[in-house]
């Protein structure tokens, strides 16, 4: 057995054990969500006719991510989730470590383009008007030190070990000089920072924009996808500390790798969230879903003024959704600037003597005015 079992317990390699179709539906559930927030995203970049940079980043971390769900969902093939170490041969242990090897890798490189990837988008949302304020800046270091911290991750997980293959083959002579504890939970901990500091920017600039309050609403719930991405990566630190510190890491890594994907598949739902209203506007659908919400505002409406006197006539206000932000312009998408105050330039008036234009007076009229036969002498 890959792992000595307890006292008492025998190692049944035949029939290790394991939840195989839970892990079929979790993998399968985590593709589908993010394939249908890729298409939602590259359907509003076909309906506004742009594609930018940011876009080709989506499209590889997407063809990235499909290839790291593939071999996620070949674990819960075999061994599947949650067996124990000890109810797998050498070999098969050699087998999982190589796969995993290879998913973290695809990890690193995931983060490498989905991160610098959603920044990119929201500074084209929400700078439109060529601002350098503070959260700019913050947001383009924020880009540069993903990138390079995730590609030093992604060069360390490749050559941690020397020979190579001693990272998942544990049989073989080698060194691992690296040591993968504590740079598994630093990437962990720098990752779930990163998501926090990412989730947190645009809300920073929503309640300064120039919407009013239902508005401000639904663009903050649509731009709040960002709170599960960070409620994963807590979820994955803990687990992935659960698997350094147990023998049994088998057992317990196969929660890290679904943690794993899920903050992936958030990274998917933060671009492709935000694109449903102008999607959903292009439904045939659409206006009579929206006139049939407005009617039942307005039968609420009407229901709320039970009771009141008939004369009593409340103020008449347009029904708004409070998600109905599919009318938004990017050009509303500016920060408030302050209010400065600009000098506009005074117009001269040139103020002639009185004597000439008592003498102007007569050269137009003909008849002399008292005063400029008083200037005359």
């Known amino acids: 057995p890959a792992l000595d079992p307890p006292a008492g317990v025998v190692p049944n390699f035949q029939y290790p054990g394991g939840e195989h179709v839970i892990g079929y539906a979790i ?25 930018h940079r940011e876009d080709a980043l989506l499209s590889l971390a997407y063809d990235v991510y499909i290839a790291h769900m593939y071999i996620t969902y070949s674990l819960a093939v075999y ?8 109810n797998i041969t050498v070999a098969g242990a050699v087998q999982i470590l190589y796969n995993s090897y290879v998913i973290h890798a695809l990890y690193c490189v995931y983060m490498m383009l989905i991160k610098p990837a959603i920044l990119l988008d929201l500074l084209r949302l929400f700078f439109t008007n060529g601002q350098r304020n503070a959260l700019f800046w913050i947001s383009h270091v924020l880009i540069w030190l993903n990138i390079a911290f ?47 500091a990412i989730s947190i920017l645009p809300q920073t600039v929503i309640w300064k924009l120039q919407l009013s309050r239902p508005r401000k609403n639904g663009v903050a719930i649509l731009f709040g996808v960002g709170v599960f991405a960070c409620a994963c990566a807590t979820a994955r630190l803990c687990s992935l500390y659960q698997t350094l510190k147990t023998s049994d890491k088998m057992y317990t890594a196969s929660e890290t790798a679904l943690w794993s994907g899920a903050g992936m598949t958030a990274g ?30 307005r ?40 209010k400065t105050c600009v000098r506009k330039p005074m117009m001269r008036v040139h103020h002639e003597p009185l004597a000439a234009l008592h003498m102007k007076a007569t050269e137009l009229t003909g008849v002399p005015t008292p005063a400029s036969t008083s200037f005359s002498a």
């Open 299 to 338: 039968s609420d409406e009407i229901q709320s003024r039970l009771g009141l006197p008939s004369w009593y006539k409340p103020e008449r206000r347009a029904p708004r959704n409070s998600l109905d932000i599919s009318e938004i312009d990017q050009s509303e998408f500016e920060l408030l600037q302050p």
């Open 150 to 196: 995730y590609s030093t991750s992604v060069f360390v997980a490749i050559f941690q070990c020397s020979p190579r293959a001693r990272a998942w083959n544990f049989t073989l002579e080698g060194t691992c000089p690296i040591n993968m504890k504590a740079r598994l939970m630093t990437t962990g901990a720098i990752n779930l920072v990163s998501d926090i």
């Open 79 to 86: 061994p599947g989730f949650h067996v124990h170490q000890w």
């Open 27 to 51: 993998v399968v559930l985590y593709a589908t969500l993010a394939t249908l927030s890729f298409l939602l995203r590259c359907y509003s970049r076909v309906l506004m006719k742009k594609v």
């Open 268 to 297: 998917f739902l933060i671009v492709g969230v935000p694109s449903i209203p102008k999607v959903a506007k292009t439904l045939p659908c659409y206006e009579r879903i929206r006139s049939k919400l407005h009617s039942k505002l």
